[in-house]
């Protein structure tokens, strides 16, 4: 599977992670993907592809791509035999600007791109990506059509800095500091982040705190899951465990098996590292 990376220019590195071109056959037909401090475009160029965000919530169907707001939970993503496309990996706050509607009306409901951008922007934006000069192309004209789309949005200032003291915390920080040190109430705060990123900032805060401590597990080796949990900040391990269920859905001692089948099945490959065997 071909996997291109591209940080963009300024500004929209202060929103944005990465560019990203991805092409090839899925290691698997079903991947989970946990939730995490990150926004995500796609732009689909191949056959469509499913999400399923919760059990409670109908199995969609995204042929044009989709734009997921920051989730709260486990999304299930079914792959054709081939995929083919080009996204955005957007910081928590990155979506916003872009976003027609208050992130928080998206939370755990992906939407296609048709939805928010509407239908003749989304056919000419795939056209064009579709029939670009390779990867480095595509993400080019990807990035110019996010810069054109810019826009001033209320409040982003606010957040965005808040959410990067979380970021530099790992989530370890006292939600009643950060609105003291803005000097905002609780509410105010809260009202913006559900707004901007979807979620309040504890919800935030509790995302960064358990991807970082997942992304320290190494699943190679054995696993003190007391000690993880005592060194990332949790009350006790019973603690650590049920925020690790609510959060991907698998228990850590589950989620270290699955890690390891796709270490074994599939070495070395692009979607390593956080995506999840579903199937």
């Known amino acids: 599977m071909e996997y291109v990376s591209q940080v963009p220019r300024a500004p929209l590195d202060g929103l944005i992670d990465d560019l990203y071109y991805l092409e090839g056959e899925a290691p698997y037909a079903r991947l989970t993907l946990p939730p995490a401090p990150s926004a995500l475009l796609i732009v689909n160029l191949g056959a469509p592809f499913r999400i399923r965000a919760g059990t409670d919530i109908e199995t969609g169907e995204y ?9 709260t939970r486990a999304l299930d993503f079914g792959y054709p035999p081939r995929t083919r496309s080009v996204g955005v990996h957007f910081k928590p706050w990155g979506l916003a600007p872009f976003l027609p509607m208050p992130a928080a009306e998206l939370c755990d409901r992906p939407v296609t791109v048709e939805q928010v951008w509407g239908r003749p922007a989304a056919a000419e934006l795939r056209d064009r990506l579709g029939t670009a000069d390779g990867p480095h192309e595509m993400l080019s004209l990807l990035e110019h059509e996010l810069r054109r789309r810019l826009r001033e ?10 959410s990067s003291v979380i970021e530099a915390t790992s989530g370890a920080v006292a939600i009643g500091d950060l609105t003291g040190a803005a000097g905002v109430s609780s509410t105010h705060l809260a009202h913006r982040f559900k707004q901007l990123v979807g979620v309040t900032p504890k919800r935030l805060a509790r995302t960064y705190r358990l991807t970082a401590t997942v992304f320290t597990i190494d699943p190679a080796g054995p696993v003190d899951w007391g000690e993880l949990a005592a060194g990332a900040g949790y009350f006790d391990q019973a603690h650590f465990g049920h925020e690790f269920r609510e959060f991907t859905g698998l228990t850590p001692t589950r989620y270290l098996e699955v890690r390891r089948r796709f270490l074994r099945e599939h070495p070395g490959h692009a979607l390593d590292g956080w995506p999840l065997p579903a199937d």
Not at 63 to 71: E, F, K, L, Q, Y
Not at 153 to 162: C, E, I, K, Q, S
């Open 63 to 71: 042929a044009d791509g989709c734009v997921i707001t920051m989730p």
């Open 153 to 162: 949005t209320a409040g982003l200032g606010l957040v965005r800095h808040t």
